[in-house]
């Protein structure tokens, strides 16, 4: 499987990871704020 990564958890960040997460790929998300890494989705994210 693909590993992605997204840097930054802004508008364009969240949708691309959230979207990403939907079509099954396995994400890994860095963020400089741990908040903007508390949206509902986290549920397969490693950070």
Known sequence: MTQISV???GV???A???TL????YSV???NRTIEKTCWP???NVRR
């Open 28 to 30: 890994t998300v860095w």
């Open 41 to 43: 989705l986290m549920r």
């Open 12 to 14: 364009m960040g969240s």
């Open 7 to 9: 840097i930054g958890l």
């Open 16 to 18: 691309l990871a959230n």
């Open 21 to 24: 997460l939907q079509k099954g």
